[in-house]
């Protein structure tokens, strides 16, 4: 059947700001569907409130509302635009919580607005724990012993009577929000109480425990005519017990019985037609248990495009989110074309001749206290993704991406090597729990006691073991006389040239040369959705060692952008929104543009972004043979924030050009001695500071400088251990605690302006001539990072003369630093004088915002000016500048209920949303600006 032609003119809801559990995989999914829905001619109206998205740009939907998600922003869409219908189901929960909401106000009813790609009936089910399992029973799908609990004492009733260890798991929420396994009696009621406070209905699931049971996902499409395609298997590394997004997992599964899949298959898609009719995306997850019989129970089903969507488009190259738009407009599968091969239909399920293994990445050190325990609640902020022709390499690429400090799994020196300890990590998992499991099989520990303590499949930890004999192999060895097949079959199993010269003893520029004499090199494959059964068309690429190259380099002038690795706390979506307009300004200026980055959930990682994606870590080995392979022009690392920058040394080191400002000023802005010597030279104020390298320096120089200290390490985001001290006791901890986590980094004393406003100012700079993207004053006083702050752009109270004055000291100091491309100036004000805190010749958190206030695609420009095809005079610039714009932070401090809650000069929001008010009167403001100097006078 053709698409559904009464349909003109769908809205789109998205999922606001970020927070743990739902990141920038909808951003992901909204920008694809709305895109696709546009193909077809229909108008797309989209509301998010979230500025630092892609899908909120002008380019991406016909009408963009940077609204909050309330019903009353959708009756003003409604009542300005003729919308047929809403599709909800790209938003994650937050937009489906908005249109069930909708729905009951009668809004869509009252505005003639059908809702499509999903059945709000089939909502119900799914997220009324007791009606699902009632819906499971009827149809014969299996579930584990549960029971419904709506008061704490029916709740005390159910545990009694299934015994320890029980779940529970909170209705209606995200990300497993509220959701324990609880193993001892004492610690219930707490965990019990918590969990019906977090549901909105006041209704928890408690279930037996399946400790040790192996868990799994199918990503599934259903078009309206009821044809149904499996689209990934999704097997977690880790057993039943933690949250499938806190769980390292991989595609396809690799330890599942055929036959054990065809019935979970069948049991899926049995599930999809009872919840409900309709046509789109839905994800189902099972336990299975870990024995001969492989019994299978249901745990639980999403009718909607779901965070495991963005990673099963990803692992296959199947784009779910468009498809899923096309089928809610009236497409059969059977009549869309798979995007990959071009040849094929969309019924044509994927076929994978690659492994891929996703790994979480965590920001406990952003909150002190926290429980660290892995559990049913997710906990983890960003994800990456490897890809590799066995287990083995994609997990060692997928350690490679995650930037913790780890040359891969293992081979660099940094084992645990305390057995208590390692036995522990292995009974209760954490973010390091993988790391401590190599570590166990080095130190010797039977592989019988490791699979007590984990209950992880015998086949996994047989894979790691193997990584354990390959070392010992390899360490028997030296440069000289190491034979071709052992390096050869260490990097066909993912060995990092760095990990091969630490089990050599050698250097790592050592190892690159000793395996080119030995011909042994990347080579790319595509990623097909096939198999290589049919041709593909979209050049989305992995690396591995074979022979076969399927990466032609053309004679196309090229440029790389580097892209910003996983979401974490300081460094999140907003550096994959530049990198993406990176990457399109470098098309517009003829330039053939090639991605590079290994998170899943965005939209830079989509393979129509680029001219060519290379799903890499961004890690320098990688990234030097894509490198020598692709010979580009140039590379961009302005735009992906510190994970681009800190390769910036290695590029300029061996030759490579980086576009727009030089590795030298970048490198300038960074050394505060030499940053300060520049302002002292142009007479620019600045607070008095120092560098120290170890803890008796820094007691030695707070008496000159006096006390407070803002206390901070270089090369560092999102004020990463940044810390406000009052007396030498405080310092003297501090700089130890750094040193201990950071040897290498020199560190940086300021006197703390007390009571100062703190403003920033957003900037391009073509090398001489400047202009102010736009300047923002924090509600906040200075000492509270200007990522977790209230800011409003223009200022609200600092007065002409300041004004001035940080616009001149911008323009000043952008010039001085040979800028080409972005700057960022963040200003501490006290007394009508304007003293400098830090300057960044590079992209900043806070750009996509005012791109967003002023409707300009500032990014855009400032790359046109990296690349050289344009001057800052060449742009007529034409800012929308009506009324305020405020940056809103949004914290997930309910994932870690007892952590501290304090501010301060270290980041701890996840995400932000954008508020447009008329003027300073505006109710939100006075609210907003009351709540916070209420909450600082405390």
Not at 168 to 196: C, F, H, M, Q, W
Request: proline residues 5%.
């Amino acid at each position: 059947m053709p698409k559904d032609n009464s349909i003109k003119s769908i809205l789109i809801i998205g999922s606001g700001p970020i927070v743990i559990g739902q990141a920038c995989e909808f951003d992901y999914s909204g920008s694809q569907a709305s895109r696709s829905l546009r193909d077809e001619g229909i108008e797309v109206t989209l509301i998010n409130s979230n500025p630092a998205t892609i899908m909120t740009d002008e380019f991406v939907a016909d009408n963009i509302y940077l609204k909050p998600l309330e019903p009353e922003s959708i009756v003003e869409i409604l009542e300005q635009h003729k919308i047929d219908a809403v599709l909800p189901t790209m938003g994650g929960q937050t937009a489906l919580n908005l249109c069930i909401k909708c729905d009951e106000l009668g809004i869509w009813e009252d505005h003639n607005v059908r809702i499509i790609g999903v059945d709000l009936d089939a909502i119900e089910i799914t997220e009324n724990r007791e009606a699902f399992r009632d819906l499971m029973i009827e149809i014969g799908v299996p579930m584990a012993p549960q029971d419904t609990a709506k008061s704490f004492l029916e709740g005390k009733n159910i545990a009694q009577k299934f015994g320890f260890p029980v779940c529970i798991r909170p209705s209606y929420t995200l990300g497993g929000s509220g959701a324990a396994i609880v193993y001892e009696e004492e610690k219930y009621d707490d965990l019990l109480n918590r969990g019906l406070h977090e549901s909105p209905i006041h209704e928890v699931m408690i279930d037996k425990a399946l400790l040790g049971w192996k868990e799994y996902e199918l990503e599934l499409l259903r078009d309206a005519n009821d044809n149904v395609v499996i689209i990934c298997s999704i097997e977690n590394f880790d057993p039943m017990g933690v949250h499938t997004g806190d769980s390292i997992t991989v595609a396809p599964a690799m330890t599942l019985s055929d036959t054990t899949f065809q019935k979970m298959r069948d049991m899926a898609i049995k599930m999809m037609r009872a919840i409900g009719n309709f046509a789109g995306g839905c994800n189902v997850q099972f336990a299975v248990s870990p024995d001969d019989k492989e019994d299978i129970i249901a745990i639980e089903i999403n009718p909607r495009v779901s965070r495991s969507s963005a990673l099963a488009s990803k692992a296959t190259g199947y784009p779910i989110a468009k498809i899923a738009s096309k089928l809610a407009i009236g497409y059969h599968l059977d009549e869309l074309k798979n995007q990959i091969t071009q040849s094929t239909s969309a019924l044509f399920e994927p076929t994978l001749d690659y492994v891929i293994v996703k790994i979480p990445r965590w920001n406990f050190n952003k909150f002190a206290g926290a429980d660290r325990s892995l559990g049913l609640q997710m906990k983890s902020v960003g994800e990456v993704m490897g890809i590799g022709r066995c287990f083995q390499e994609a997990l060692q690429k997928a350690c490679q991406s995650l930037e913790i400090g780890r040359n891969g799994l293992g081979a660099d020196g940094k084992e645990l090597r305390n057995q208590d300890e390692i036995l522990h990590s292995l009974e209760f998992p954490s973010w390091n729990r993988l790391f401590h499991i190599y570590d166990a099989f080095k130190l010797g520990i039977p592989f019988k006691t490791i699979f007590e303590k984990t209950k992880i499949t015998p086949w996994f930890l047989r894979q790691i073991e193997d990584l354990i004999h390959l070392e010992r192999k390899i360490e028997r060895h030296t440069l000289d006389n190491i034979p071709r097949e052992l390096i050869f079959e260490a990097k066909q199993k993912g060995y990092a040239d760095r990990q091969i010269a630490h089990l050599l003893r050698c250097l790592e520029s050592e190892v690159f040369t000793k395996r080119h004499d030995f011909d042994i090199k990347r080579v790319y494959k595509l990623v097909d959705t096939c198999a290589a059964e049919f041709p593909a068309a979209t050049p989305y690429y992995y690396s591995t060692f074979e022979e076969e190259n399927e990466s032609v380099s053309s004679g196309e002038e090229k440029i790389i952008v580097l892209g910003s690795g996983p979401n974490r706390i300081g460094q999140g979506i907003e550096f994959d929104y530049s990198c993406v307009h990176g990457v399109l300004a470098a098309k517009e200026c003829g330039f053939e543009t090639i991605m590079i980055n290994c998170n899943p959930e965005t939209v830079s990682t989509d393979f129509d972004t680029a001219d060519k994606l290379y799903f890499e870590p961004v890690f320098w080995e990688h990234i030097y043979d894509i490198i020598l392979h692709e010979k580009p022009v140039g590379v961009i690392v302005q735009l992906g924030g510190q994970t681009a920058l800190k390769l910036a040394e290695k590029l300029e080191r061996y030759g490579i050009k980086i576009m727009g400002t030089s590795y030298e000023a970048l490198d300038l802005a960074e050394d505060r001695g030499s940053f300060s010597d520049i302002l002292k030279e142009n007479k620019i104020p600045y607070p008095k500071y120092g560098v120290v390298e170890s803890a008796e320096q820094a007691i030695e120089l707070s008496r000159d400088l006096g006390f407070p200290l803002l206390v901070r390490p270089s090369y560092v985001l999102g004020g990463q251990k940044m810390k406000i001290v009052i007396n030498e006791s405080e310092l003297e901890k501090h700089v130890v605690d750094i040193l201990r986590d950071m040897p290498e980094n020199k560190i940086l004393l300021d006197h703390f302006l007390s009571g100062a406003t703190e403003c920033e100012c957003d900037a391009i700079c073509d090398g001489k001539d400047v202009y102010i993207i736009g300047v923002m004053q924090h509600i906040e006083p200075a000492g509270i990072h200007s990522g977790d702050s209230y800011a409003v752009l223009p200022p609200y109270n600092i007065g002409d003369f300041v004004l001035q004055q940080i616009e001149d000291i911008t323009k000043k100091i952008a010039v001085e630093l040979k800028t080409v491309g972005l700057i960022n100036v963040q200003f501490a004000v006290k007394d009508d004088k304007v003293y400098v805190i830090e300057a960044n010749p590079r992209a900043s958190r806070t750009v996509p915002f005012i791109a967003k206030a002023y409707r300009e695609p500032y990014v855009n420009y400032a790359t046109k000016v990296m690349l050289g095809k344009n001057k800052v005079k060449d742009f007529k610039f034409n800012p929308h500048k009506e009324g305020y714009a405020i940056k809103i932070p949004v914290f997930s401090f309910n994932k870690f209920p007892n952590v501290n809650k304090e501010l301060g000069p270290e980041m701890k929001s996840t995400g932000e949303a954008i508020r447009f008010i008329k003027n300073l009167k505006d109710p939100f403001f006075v609210k907003v600006y009351s709540e916070r100097n209420l909450y600082l006078s405390k």
